[in-house]
């Protein structure tokens, strides 16, 4: 079995990296932060790994728009270079931060053919309650496409963000997500319903809390998997133990919702590379 690589991009301002590292060497992956300009230096340093994880933070403080400065970035030093790593098959994350700036560098939700798209039709922008958000979401998953995902199993993860409504252009935008299964995850409440704030955390469009594109090798989502790794990350995780029996030892993820997206990533890198 191979050993799997992720790389996490590095940049001024991203201020989850370490966890984002932490989580996916707990899956079991060999993961290294790096820097932005040390990939535009060398473009071939992508060739190394299997995963691409943009993780979340406020890179470059934000200053134009959620994202924008480090997707720009992307769009004119290493557009063709992440499109080469998708189309050989690798997988691409972004984290809150990172699925701003994954959307905003048009790679979510990229086009029919799974190419990025540089003109997106989507776009991420400040909540609706005006205000940063920092509260624990259910998400309810709506695609099968999409390796990170296991299509039936609903999750609850953190947010933390002022801009994360998901907004589309127009209503055939919308309807295309929809029909082509580029929506990965949607906002519920326990019961598995959409529904207003705070279900909806920011008000995105049709409760959109994450996308993927048409290959299912890259998603984007607002909230923080990598923030519920362990059973004790758990708002409630002392009451869960009670009723499950189960211990936190430093190696028990079975239960850790946002642990599934790191492992079934790994899973699939280690069946198909």
Known sequence: MIQVKAIVLRAAGINCDMETEFALQLAGAKAERVHINRIIEDKSTLDQYHILVVPGGFSYGDDVAAGKILANQIVHHLYEPIQKFIQTGKLVLGICNGFQVLV??????????????????????????????????????????CIFIEPDRYIYLPVAHAEGKVVTRDKPTLEKLQSKGFIAFKYVDENGKEGGYPVNPNGSVDSIAGLTDATGRVLGLMPHPERHV?????PHWSRLFRIRGTRDEGRETKDSDGMTIFKNALKYIQENF
Do not use: C, M
């Not at 039709?121 to 609706?128: A, P």
């Not at 362990?230 to 758990?234: A, I, L």
């Open 230 to 234: 362990r059973p004790t990350q758990h």
């Open 104 to 145: 905003k560098a048009g790679i979510l939700p990229g086009s029919d053919s799974g190419a990025p798209e540089r003109q997106s039709e989507v776009t991420i922008t400040y909540n609706d309650s005006g205000k940063f958000e920092d509260r624990w979401v259910y998400l309810a998953p709506r695609t099968e496409k």
